[in-house]
């Protein structure tokens, strides 16, 4: 009866993120007509022609396809987070990683203004390039920290992972001083985060950045399984832990980075969604990483409607997931029955 019951939400969770999807599409400041938009392209009108089919296709679209790849993304690496490190508290945000990446972007972006840093750098924007190199430097010292026992201590992770956020944000408010105050603005502005992208430049980025990212962390579902037993039991049983735990920390870390240099800082959706679809799935990540994938791609698209609609102009996106998350962490905070996660 309880397989039943899991099987019916399983099912409706899936439902749902497709109808949320469907919806990005159609809810913004003008709602379109899908009927129309069918006739606009049989008609094989151009987009200047078809002005709900040009909406749809050169707005709309990418701006979906930006929150479902980056809505995934940062719920998988929430995920494997809470798999490697035991802690239902871990996500991309609450290690640290996303401050530094956009600590690194805000860094480029002074540079690129005041020290006549190049614009691209063997084709590659030097903001992009930045963020990489900040939130892999970040999970490198917060990893060398908690490396320094034999075993690997998650709370130490935790804790530096915190720490090292702190620090970043330190880092953004010196490096907003330094900028222009036209550039302050506009760089807040980026700072909220917002799937609001131009074109399909972005979605090429994300696309080849965060997918295969994905695919290694999804290959990883079998070994968190075994390791929920313990560290030791999984080795025994054939795992490299300390491989896998490599493997994690910066395969997740290179994911967030590549999220943050093209959308901002996103928080909560690695917390919100893993939690959500483990109460509908339990713990066996081989479904729970998968179905974490599907949810928080519909859930941002989610939040993107709201973003769209909270205000009379267009509210940051980052701080609905915000107004979503921070009550839920507080939740987690106050709730003792953590028994699936103790070692």
């Known amino acids: 009866m309880v397989h039943r019951v899991r099987t019916s939400f399983v099912l409706a969770l899936v439902a749902l993120s497709l109808v949320m999807t469907a919806l990005s599409l159609l809810i913004g400041t003008e709602t379109l007509s899908l009927g129309q938009a069918w006739q606009e392209w049989r008609a094989g009108l151009s987009y200047a022609d078809a002005p709900v089919l040009g909406i749809l296709v050169q707005q709309r679209l990418p701006r979906t396809l930006a929150a479902l790849i980056v809505g995934s993304g940062l719920a998988l690496a929430g995920c494997a987070f809470q798999a490697m490190l035991r802690n239902p508290l871990a996500e991309p945000y609450t290690l640290g990683v996303a401050s530094a990446g956009a600590c690194g972007a805000w860094t480029a972006t002074v540079l690129i203004a005041g020290f006549g840093l190049p614009r691209t750098i063997l084709g590659i924007s030097p903001i992009q390039a930045f963020a990489f190199l900040f939130a892999e430097l970040d999970i490198l010292i917060v990893y060398l920290l908690a490396a320094r026992k034999e075993r690997i ?165 980052g701080i609905v997931t915000t107004l979503f998350g921070g009550p839920f962490f507080l939740y987690l905070l106050m709730n003792r029955r953590f028994t699936d996660w103790e070692t």
């Open 153 to 317: 201590s998650p709370s130490v992770l935790l804790l530096g992972g915190v720490t090292m956020g702190m620090l970043a944000n330190g880092g953004i408010l010196f490096m907003r001083y330094l900028a222009d105050p036209e550039r302050v603005v506009m760089m807040d502005r980026w700072l909220m985060g917002g799937v609001d992208v131009l074109g399909y430049a972005p979605i090429k980025t994300l696309a080849i950045g965060v997918i295969p990212c994905m695919l290694i962390l999804l290959a990883q579902a079998a070994k968190y399984d075994q390791l929920g037993f313990g560290a030791e039991i999984a080795a025994g049983r054939g795992i490299n832990v300390k491989m896998l735990q490599v493997i994690t920390f910066f395969v997740g870390s290179l994911l967030t980075a590549i999220v943050v240099s093209v959308v901002g800082t996103i928080g909560f959706v690695g917390l919100i969604v893993p939690h959500a679809v483990r109460s509908v799935t339990g713990s066996r990540h081989r479904l729970l990483m998968p179905m974490s994938v599907l949810v928080g791609g519909g859930f941002l698209c989610f939040c993107d409607i709201i973003a769209r609609k909270i205000l009379p102009g267009e509210t940051p996106i």
